[in-house]
């Protein structure tokens, strides 16, 4: 079993920056990835970010490339989100996930929820006009 929790949501406006944790406890050692997801009250779950424990390589959504930074502290067993420049839209439920066993884990499957085997509760990010 692997349990992860989320901090360091909250509201902030446009432009602002906000840093999620999510720490992660238990069997860590058996972690291949964790990822980054979102979800708004109707709709899918989305793929934020991802990153490889071993090695960082590191996965983006599209509409968070280039304003969002996963990064990992191995030592604390923690992902980070750094989120910058945030916008109105990436209001959401944000939540962390953890795959274990890297079989067929690449580009595609980092973006599939259904990758990952253990899940946190969520955070709120809210980010006001």
């Known amino acids: 079993q692997v349990h992860l929790v989320e901090s360091g949501g909250g509201l902030v406006q446009a432009g602002g920056s906000l840093r999620l944790s999510c720490a992660a406890s238990?069997?860590?050692?058996?972690?291949?990835?964790m990822a980054w997801f979102r979800q708004t009250p109707g709709k899918e779950r989305e793929f934020v970010s991802a990153?490889?424990?071993?090695?960082?390589?590191?996965y983006y959504a599209d509409s968070v490339k280039d304003r969002f930074t996963i990064s990992r502290d191995n030592a604390k067993n923690t992902v980070y989100l750094q989120m910058n420049s945030l916008k109105p839209e990436d209001t959401a439920v944000y939540s962390c996930?953890?795959?274990?066993?890297?079989?067929?884990?690449?580009?595609?499957?980092?973006?599939?929820?259904?990758?990952?085997?253990?899940w946190g509760q969520g955070t709120q990010v809210t980010v006001s006009s």
């Open positions: 238990g069997r860590t050692f058996s972690t291949y990835a």
């Open positions: 996930a953890a795959a274990i066993g890297g079989t067929s884990y690449g580009p595609r499957s980092a973006k599939d929820a259904s990758r990952y085997d253990y």
């Open positions: 990153i490889r424990w071993s090695g960082g390589i590191t």
